[in-house]
């Protein structure tokens, strides 16, 4: 079935610094990535649509600027949170789809900002 | 309304017990709909599909009803190992076609 691998699982980070958590598709080409972040007890909020060889269509209320998408191949697409602050503190998720509706989700990025 | 609704729970259940949970959904054109599983701290991971027709799959049951807009998840024969947060989830369609999540049903099956 569809793997999609995500890395780091966990990363602690300090106020400022940037952050970079890369999803990968194992084998399927994904052209469409999503990035998903999840509260604690609260639902999974769709941050951004990551499509390859294009801009990343960001949802209402998301910074662009803050949250650098990039998929530069089929397989790989990257999230980079820049300048962290504590408030970004969250499980981030990123999934792809291969030929149904459903989506295979990575397994989660734990950040923590201190 | 919100675009997926759902009973938060915590639903506590003896081993072997049936459970059922349901979800509504607000967007009428809405294409697919599924049911995932989420451990705590985990990724989610799909349960299954759910289809106009229903559809069973082994202890699991999923139905739709489109008119109502509403999904239902019927879990038989329940084990411990079921325990989590079942998560109802929309695809809304179109070009995009993100998903749309509930926030999720807690289930614990106990001893």
């Known amino acids: 079935g569809a793997v999609v691998s995500q890395h780091p699982s966990r990363v602690i980070c300090k106020s400022g610094t940037s952050v970079k958590i890369e999803c990968r598709s194992l084998?399927?080409?994904?052209?469409?990535m999503f990035w998903y972040r999840q509260f604690p007890k609260k639902s999974l909020m769709l941050m951004a649509t990551?499509?390859?060889?294009?801009?990343?269509?960001?949802e209402q209320g998301v910074e662009k600027d803050k949250f650098l998408i990039n998929h530069a191949s089929l397989t790989l697409s990257t999230l980079t949170v820049t300048s962290a602050h504590p408030e970004d503190s969250s499980f981030y998720i990123c999934?792809?789809?291969?030929?149904?509706?459903?989506?295979?989700f990575g397994s989660g990025t734990r950040l923590t900002v201190v | 309304r919100k675009e997926v609704e759902q009973d938060p729970g915590p639903f506590n259940v003896p081993e072997g017990a049936t459970v059922a949970f349901n979800c509504t959904y607000s967007?009428?054109?809405?294409?697919?709909f599924f049911w995932y599983r989420q451990d705590c701290r985990k990724e989610p991971k799909l349960l299954m599909s759910?289809?106009?027709s229903g559809n069973e799959d082994g202890r699991f049951t999923a139905q739709l009803n489109r008119a109502s807009q509403y999904i239902s998840l019927l879990i038989r024969d329940s084990k411990l190992s079921d325990s989590a947060t079942y998560l109802c989830?929309?695809?809304?369609?179109?070009?995009?076609?993100?998903?749309?999540f509930g926030k999720g049903t807690k289930l614990s099956v106990k001893p």
């Open positions: 759910v289809y106009s």
């Open positions: 084998d399927f080409q994904a052209t469409t």
């Open positions: 989830v929309v695809n809304k369609g179109g070009s995009q076609g993100n998903l749309i």
């Open positions: 967007n009428s054109a809405s294409q697919s």
């Open positions: 999934s792809a789809r291969q030929d149904s509706y459903a989506s295979t």
């Open positions: 990551s499509n390859e060889g294009s801009k990343a269509t960001y």
